[in-house]
């Protein structure tokens, strides 16, 4: 019904031509829609373009392209022909240089570390944090942003492949055989950068960068969280030296934790003492990192110095044929020869790549908005589309896997002064060494000196659960996200994780939408402003006359609550609801004779929507209230024209703004006076 008690009424006519106008207030008619188009004009659009479909028009420009058209197709598509020219050589050079490699002297121990969690043998890392790099370089927007193998990736592939190719129970093959199984791994790895490139690129075609909105940050935080603590516990056999088979699918984490206590008696001593002292050395280095940052010239390279280390003990103490330590052996010099993966695979990966691909791209682009945001520039979310679109399906054909943005060396390279895209260069130039003349020299090191670069990596990941307290202050349901993606991935896998984290936080956007009220607006004296009533006892109300502000999309899932909430004000519910009061129990409700329904905060509107707000029509018009719209924005006014609106109300019933309906709402109830309706200005 329309009192609400608690509030100031205005009963007569006097009263309201006593009400305090805004300070400078000018006077003008009330306008509608109609008459706001017909004095300032609407939008000019070309009728054939209008009626021509999108994608015809896009074929039609792409037939008509010009020079200068290809050019600045070229110009979008090759980021470095637009700042390589405005590249700042005497203050930019020496920092690129030098973060670049810094990354690059990270990548060679960190990604032959990821090579062993995803299935593979470590030089295929190397080959993934090389090409990926370069062609990132060429194509990507993030300044900042560095490429290469990630945990989180490396884990989900080595999951699939492992599910793909399993290893014989016996685990007792003989050379060939290991190595027609690494073959066979290396070849599943890369079908899987293979599918989830070209689904990139599928995206990039359709133009669906406005995905990444879909995976919001406590989904992305939780998923990476998540994932850290399934590397850590994957870990496990490598560092205690257990030949242990690789747990897959869901509670694969406690599966694990179970094989390695099981099994903790036949650890080895050696390889338990090498990692102890590798992860002494690199959590502490990890901390002064990170403590003296500013202060340091460039970050301590930890992981290198703990490779050569380990690689110098473990030849001088032939450590490999006295107590059985795993090594890395031969790295293959040069590039593998370009291989096209088998397509026959592509059907089985599918579901693989799928999730792979939007993690990619999530991470990815997270990662580059931070900085892009930080450094005041900005990065295009279809061009990162397609930068690691290509960059994973050409790197596929090196016999490379999946590969994004990383966290750590992101950070790395921003700390030790990276400026632009060409600091990947240097870091390929870096990995391109190792590759044709330094390889020889990691032949003697321990793979558990791997799993801990793979652990120690993880820091950064781990620690984002310190922001927890701090979400639960800003937003419970984002606190609800954040524990809910982090507790199915680590209890059921990443994929599926991922997925219920996605699904969860829609649900919780959809019911965000169903619990939004309707809130009855009144006017604050002295102004033009109308308020929600419940902020304020001052705010004043007009007898008969109803404001209402509905601030949510009005679709199929909101149909209902927009249904009775209009009948429980309007009193259209056959006087069976009584509405809740807040003013004195023996208060009168005036019949509501117009209504006016703020639609400013309806961002979208539905056919059932739609059709909703023309059977309000039909209703009031029937009980003999006059119905007034305000603010509909041209979208939403667009579909109620087309669900027959106008066949219940005149243009004259929807208005530019509240303030022009309340206006024309008082005149109608001849509670103004004179009989020219004004609005304060």
């Known amino acids: 019904m329309s009192g609400f008690w608690g509030t100031r009424t205005c009963s007569t006519a006097g009263e309201v031509s006593d009400l305090k106008s805004p300070l400078g207030a000018k006077l003008r008619e009330p306008l509608t829609e109609a008459r706001f188009q017909q004095i300032f004009g609407g939008a000019e659009h070309e009728p054939d373009l209008l009626a021509e479909p999108r994608w015809s028009r896009r074929c039609s420009r792409a037939r008509a392209c010009s020079a200068p058209g290809a050019w600045r197709l070229l110009l979008a598509r090759l980021p470095p022909l637009r700042w390589l020219p405005h590249y700042r050589w005497r203050a930019w050079l020496l920092g690129d240089a030098v973060a670049g490699v810094t990354v690059g002297i990270v990548h060679v121990p960190q990604g032959m570390a990821f090579a062993l969690l995803t299935s593979v043998p470590p030089v295929f890392g190397l080959y993934t944090s090389f090409f990926p790099v370069l062609l990132y370089t060429l194509l990507g927007t993030g300044r900042h942003l560095s490429t290469g193998t990630f945990a989180v990736l490396s884990l989900m592939t080595g999951s699939a492949v492992e599910r793909l190719v399993p290893e014989p129970l016996g685990r007792n093959l003989s050379g060939i055989e290991m190595e027609q199984l690494d073959a066979q791994r290396v070849g599943a790895a890369a079908a899987m950068a293979f599918g989830s490139g070209a689904l990139m690129l599928g995206m990039f075609a359709l133009q669906l960068g406005v995905l990444s909105t879909f995976l919001s940050e406590p989904v992305v935080k939780a998923l990476t969280s998540g994932a850290a603590l399934h ?22 984490l406690f599966k694990t934790l179970a094989a390695v206590l099981t099994a903790l008696p036949r650890s080895s001593p050696a390889e338990l003492t090498i990692s102890a002292l590798s992860l002494a050395l690199l959590v502490p280095v990890k901390e002064l990192n990170v403590r003296f940052r500013d202060k340091l010239p460039t970050p301590i390279p930890g992981e290198i110095v703990m490779v050569l280390l380990a690689s110098v003990l473990c030849f001088t103490s032939s450590l490999d044929t006295r107590y059985n330590v795993q090594i890395v052996g031969l790295l293959p010099r ?58 994973n399906l050409v790197s596929s054909l090196f016999s490379c896997f999946p590969n994004s943005a990383t966290l750590a060396t992101t950070s790395l390279l921003v700390d030790a002064g990276g400026n632009t895209q060409l600091a990947g260069l240097f870091s390929c130039i870096v990995v391109l060494s190792v590759l044709l003349w330094l390889g020889p020299f990691f032949y003697y090191l321990p793979k558990a000196v791997l799993a801990c670069i793979n652990i120690s990596s993880m820091r950064q990941m781990f620690f984002q659960m310190q922001e927890l307290p701090q979400l639960w202050r800003i937003s419970r349901v984002d606190f609800a996200v954040w524990m809910v993606t982090w507790v199915a991935v680590v209890t059921l896998s990443v994929d599926l994780g991922l997925a219920i984290g996605v699904v969860f936080s829609m649900m919780t956007v959809v019911c965000r939408t169903q619990r939004v009220q309707c809130l009855a607006l009144g006017l604050a004296e002295g102004t033009e402003l109308y308020r929600p009533l419940r902020e304020s006892h001052k705010l004043l109300q007009v007898p008969g006359l109803c404001i209402l502000s509905y601030p949510t999309p009005l679709y199929f899932g909101t149909r209902g609550q927009f249904r009775r909430i209009l009948e429980w004000h309007l009193g259209l519910g056959g006087g069976k609801e009584t509405p809740k009061t807040d003013g004195p129990p023996n208060a009168v409700a005036e019949p509501v004779r117009v209504v006016v329904l703020d639609c400013s905060g309806v961002t979208f509107a539905d056919a059932a929507g739609a059709r909703e707000v023309v059977q309000l029509a039909s209703r009031c018009q029937d009980a003999g209230i006059h119905l007034l719209l305000a603010q509909c924005n041209a979208s939403v006014l667009g579909t109620l024209t087309q669900a027959g609106l106008l066949d219940r109300v005149t243009p004259e019933q929807l208005f530019v703004s509240v303030q022009d309906a309340a ?19």
């Not at 993966?341 to 993690?359: G, H, T």
């Not at 109830?669 to 200005?681: D, N, Q």
């Open 663 to 681: 206006a024309h709402a008082l005149e109608r109830l001849e509670l103004t006076g004179p009989k020219t309706c004004t609005v304060w200005v």
């Open 334 to 391: 040069g590039f593998p020869q370009p291989l096209l993966p088998d397509l026959a695979e592509l059907p089985r990966i599918l579901a693989d790549s799928l999730p792979i691909a939007l993690v990619t791209f999530a991470v990815s682009v997270s990662l580059a908005s931070i900085y892009a945001d930080k450094y005041n520039y900005s990065i295009d979310s279809n061009q990162e589309l397609l930068a690691h679109g290509v960059s």
């Open 231 to 252: 590397v850590l516990v994957s870990q496990l056999p490598s560092l205690l030296g257990l030949p242990l088979p690789r747990q897959i699918g869901c509670f694969a």
